[in-house]
């Protein structure tokens, strides 16, 4: 079955430290993203790419990093410059005939705990 | 500029009860509207979509929304709720012509469903 996957679904960080998560899709969708939630905040939207080798940022850029070397991965790090990473993130991807059937296809998400 | 509100944090239904979720959007022309649906700890699955053409749009889970462009709302509706309905939703915009512009999302609703 065609779908996202991101891992891991649990990550704990500690202070000063870098930590990526991963987000793969199989769904040969052009374009991914990358959400952040936090209760009674909705989503806000960290970054986005278009295209491989392509990206911009979305409302809350700073603190973060991604790459898109492969249309199926898109990478995010969240940096020691990010001061409150504790959050749940969301990975989603659409096709280029956007809105296809979905709209956004969504990962499980991976829940990130600075300890 | 794009924009959602959910203007209620919480719903309490009781169980074969009707349901309504609030939304309203502002974009410039016309929109697509999204109705997505989360339970703990997992990501947002698609309930329904608005494009053009009825306004009365049906989707999962027997739920369904009616766009209202004078009123630019799109509230979800169910004529019975049942407990397994509590969860929490997001309405998301996009404007029609907005090329690969990233959906907006409100803030949520929980919808809590009273056996």
């Known amino acids: 079955d065609g779908g996202i996957t991101q891992s891991p679904k649990y990550l704990f960080r500690k202070e000063g430290q870098n930590v990526t998560l991963s987000c793969e899709q199989n769904?040969?969708?052009?374009?991914m993203y990358w959400y952040r939630q936090d209760p009674g905040q909705g989503l806000r939207l960290i970054y986005y790419?278009?295209?491989?080798?392509?990206?911009q940022k979305g409302d809350i850029a700073e603190g973060y990093s991604v790459s898109r070397e492969k249309k199926e991965s898109f990478p995010l790090t969240v940096t020691s410059a990010q001061k409150n990473p504790t959050a749940f993130y969301l990975c989603?991807?659409?096709?280029?005939?956007?809105?296809?059937?979905?709209?956004?296809?969504f990962g499980s998400g991976t829940r990130l705990t600075v300890v | 500029a794009q924009s959602v509100a959910q203007p209620e944090d919480q719903v309490n239904v009781a169980e074969g009860n009707p349901l309504t979720v609030k939304c309203t959007y502002s974009?410039?022309?016309?929109?697509?509207l999204f109705w997505y649906v989360q339970y703990p700890n997992r990501g947002l699955q698609f309930l329904l979509k608005?494009?053009?053409?009825?306004?009365l749009v049906k989707g999962s889970y027997g739920f369904e929304a009616e766009f209202n462009k004078s009123q630019t709302s799109f509230h979800l509706k169910k004529p019975s709720a049942l407990v397994s309905d509590s969860a929490l939703y997001f309405c998301?915009?996009?404007?029609?012509?907005?090329?690969?512009?990233?959906?907006?999302f409100g803030k949520g609703t929980r919808l809590s469903v009273i056996a």
């Open positions: 769904l040969n969708h052009d374009a």
């Open positions: 974009v410039s022309g016309n929109p697509y």
């Open positions: 998301a915009v996009r404007a029609l012509n907005s090329g690969n512009t990233p959906l907006v």
């Open positions: 989603a991807s659409t096709p280029l005939t956007w809105p296809g059937d979905y709209g956004y296809t």
């Open positions: 608005y494009i053009t053409g009825d306004n």
């Open positions: 790419s278009q295209i491989v080798n392509d990206f």
